[in-house]
Nanobody
């Protein structure tokens, strides 16, 4: 089985910074894509940023220039550095991992989420 665990959420004032971390563990043979999603109260979960195994990244427009996604392929970890936070960044942030693991092949795995709250 593959386990995905997020950490690093919390309460911060607008303009502040937080760094989220995601660690995948288990019988992993390779990780393809990794991504951060978030879900605000009453809204659908949305993709915030993703990164593939080669390091190519994508961001939604609202976080470009403020958030930076990165990963360590050797450690099966991913981070999201969030700067200049805004109240609209508030939500539960989820880590998504697309991984190949023996004997199940490639599947998508999710963490339990970490709360980010930005006060105005």
């Amino acid at each position: 089985q593959v386990r995905v665990v997020e950490s690093g959420g919390g309460l911060v004032q607008a303009g502040g910074s937080l760094r989220l971390s995601c660690a995948a563990s288990g019988s992993i043979s390779s990780i393809n894509a990794m991504a951060w999603y978030r879900q605000a109260p009453g809204k659908q979960r949305e993709l915030v940023a993703d990164i593939n195994s080669g390091g190519s990244t994508n961001y939604i427009d609202s976080v470009k220039g403020r958030f930076t996604i990165s990963r360590d392929n050797a450690k099966n970890t991913m981070s999201l550095q969030m700067n200049s936070l805004k109240p609209e960044d508030t939500g539960v942030y989820y880590c998504e991992v697309v991984a190949s693991a023996f004997p199940w092949g490639q599947n998508t795995y999710w963490g339990q989420g970490t709360q980010v709250t930005v006060s105005s």
